[in-house]
């Protein structure tokens, strides 16, 4: 008889084996001793939850593990990783995990934005640890830094880039000079963009990821139809030459800030394309890499950089979420649970305010810059530079550009101020409005 | 009578109060609603140790709370942070807060370097945390994500600009052209260097991060005897310059890796001056800043940065620990504890193996390449780049400069061919030999 009876296994339900799922059935059934080592008791996978049981999968995964019943088999484990995707049964499976007393690990970014204040008052409720560190920035850990590390601070802006289909593409039409449509084929061709690429290109998938860092820093509920989203199919290749030009380069944000008191304002949550100044640490995240940029109070400014999708990276994140919430059933304890005291007006996206890049054509004569300027300092929209081009015409002959960097607006008057702008007799067309953060 | 009582609140006791415990002690008197919002219970200062009750201090810090006994303070609280660095009585006092069943927060590096096992296995012993977010790279969140977000994944190795002061020193070299004594002047005429500047400049502060972190990255008990050290006290203005032109920059790194298989092999810790590519994302790493650029298994390639020093970015880094603790204390459980069960062999510092850049000045005159390419070849360094510039002597008249970056060797037999090499005829003198990382 043994003095000592080592500890009953965690019992881990897989639901979902695609790119990430292999991944993590792979981590869990090729390291044992590792996890393990890490949890103090042995880490069993008891089912994968996958379409087809014929579905093709790696030798090392056992076969016997499969059933195409994910809400039955989030019923007994400990642990439930929900990497399946989609709504339903996604959502069901979850809720019936936690209903019985499981804990739960998810990467589904768009369940989260859209269900999270159910799903987070169905942990509450059951007393489990409801994690996702994998649905934002893939292998990034972001998650645990902003909810643990800076519990005892208050973030005061987040922005990041979070899909790396769009700063692939973005980056192929600043290196190479291609245009949006050209980029996107070569991220196609490479696998760093879907067959549709509407979800990227469009900023819906960022917009779920704002959603959940806001939620997060700003301790409020924030949910996908909070965020205002502009995706990047419109920007062209003169766009992004122009950024160059003045110092900066295009990238696709997702911003959360306070505005007012860090303690007492309100939040504006947005996607949109962005010119970052090219010092910034932000323009030099290259290729499909993901980085998440947060200003705090007392930390100052921090970065998080790395892959932020794939099949390994993810898994990376998932495991380490599957190791803590194991630790805790042995442990007890929970962790920090989603914080929603702060409730933080949302601010509509009107309200936003940010400094703006506005590229226009006007005619090649001398008074043309004193109109323009006129015409913005009556709408109280104050200009930090401005740079005239005439030799670079690029829409029309004998139009000059004009490129004007403008001090923090607000959106709805900024609006206003560039119907104004165009109404000018001597302005020929708007060329772009772009909006400059992180300056 | 209230139908459900409030929860008792957590006694915090803080040691320590110069730049950054004076952060953290205005942190939880000017924040006390946001702090109990995130820990579910009041958080209640309870004492402050400091060395003399005269000291000044911010108007809105009670007086009431200084003590000059830290061991005693220590005995009477739920959390006990130390910020007031120093082996005694910090370690004294630590001991006596774990053993009394507090949980402990600590910035202290030089504490945990030299005394962690018998730290950690007080904690163990008494089932509570010892919480250290602020030790390495100040208010990076650098601790938690490497101990808890990667707890599923392997970490292969970790280069940390861990020194701000060093960094800010390199920079300028860079920038300015500076030689190293004008650098440190101008730190320390900015506060960013001490008046004895040896603890960072000869790479002492560093080494207790390296080890710190190659204990946590890879499971097992480093010391800092166990940290081979080389400060920048011999990077000269000339090195920097040359590193510059073939496409380098000078970086004080903290390296830890692993060689060999990742769960079976053995362990490098050193802190040294290196080469790192222009293009490496620590390259970009300015002033005073800090990073850590980890490479694991599944994750990738993943970087954290931020400021690494200074009172209210390490405040919050500790604020963060008290959170988590704190909620300990409320909902039981603990945090992964200090876990060393992979006990890697630790190499000698001879057995480190990487990439060289050595530059020597030699006789101008046609074959010395081929004879300086020979003893390398009879040594069995293989070479990557040769780059001979005649034009640029730098400290003889008819000596040409030559550039020779070397692929992967180990140390020691750099080491040899390096004395063979100086032996030649031909070779006048050895400038510098210089580790390159990151390529």
Redesign the interface.
């Known amino acids: 008889m043994p003095e000592t009876s080592s500890p009953a296994p965690v019992r881990v339900a897989l639901l979902g084996c695609g790119v990430v799922g292999s ?1 993590v059935a792979l ?1 869990i059934v090729t ?1 044992p001793i ?2 393990a ?2 949890v103090g008791a042995p880490v069993e996978l008891v089912g994968i939850a996958v379409r087809s049981v014929d579905q093709e999968l790696d030798a090392r995964i056992p076969r016997a593990l499969l059933t195409t019943d994910p809400v039955e088999l989030a019923g007994r484990a400990d642990i439930v990783v929900e990497v399946m995707g989609g709504i339903e049964p996604a959502r069901t499976a979850i809720l019936r995990a936690l209903r019985s007393g499981a804990a739960v690990v998810t990467a589904n970014k768009a369940l989260l934005a859209q269900h999270g204040p159910e799903l987070f008052e169905a942990a509450d409720a059951a007393g489990v640890d409801l994690s996702y ?1 994998a649905a934002v920035a893939g ?3 972001i998650i ?2 902003i909810r ?7 973030v005061r802006r987040i922005l990041g880039i979070v899909n790396g289909t769009t700063n692939f593409v973005l980056d192929k039409m600043a290196s190479e000079g291609l245009e949006l449509e050209q980029a996107v084929k070569e991220a196609q061709a490479l696998g760093f963009a879907e067959a549709d690429p509407t979800a990227d290109v469009e900023g819906y998938d960022a917009a779920a990821k704002a959603a959940i860092l806001a939620s997060l820093a700003f ?1 409020t509920r924030v949910s996908l139809k909070d965020v205002a989203r502009e995706g990047i199919s419109g920007v062209t290749a003169a766009d992004v030459e122009w950024a160059k030009k003045t110092g900066y380069v295009i990238k696709l944000l997702a911003v959360a800030e306070v505005l007012g008191k860090v ?1 007492d304002g309100e939040i504006s949550v947005r996607v949109h394309p962005a010119l970052v100044p090219d010092t910034h ?1 932000l323009a ?1 995240v290259r290729g499909a890499f993901n980085a998440v940029f947060v200003e ?12 932020g999708a ?1 099949g ?2 993810t ?6 979420d ?3 919430a194991a ?2 059933r042995l ?4 962790g ?1 649970r989603e ?1 929603k ?2 409730r933080f007006p949302v601010l509509p996206p009107e309200a936003a305010i940010t400094r703006y890049q506005v590229r226009l054509a006007v005619a090649d004569r001398p008074g043309v810059l004193a109109q323009v300027a006129g015409v913005l300092a009556d709408h109280g929209v104050s200009i930090d530079t401005v740079r005239q081009a005439s030799s670079h015409t690029e829409d029309e002959s004998g139009a000059a550009t004009l490129i004007i960097t403008t001090h923090a607006a607000r959106e709805a008057s900024l609006a206003t101020t560039v119907d104004a702008v165009a109404a000018l007799e001597s302005v020929r067309k708007i060329i772009s409005v772009l909006r400059v953060e992180g300056a």
């Open positions: 991944q981590g390291n590792d996890l080592a890490r560190e292998a990034i850990p645990r830094p643990e590390s800076l519990a005892g601070d208050h301790h303690d640490p030099s705090a109070d007392a930390a100052g400014d921090l970065m998080f950089y790395g892959q794939g390994r990276p898994s990376s994140a998932v495991l380490g599957v190791v803590s630790r805790r442990t007890g304890g929970k920090l914080s005291d702060q």
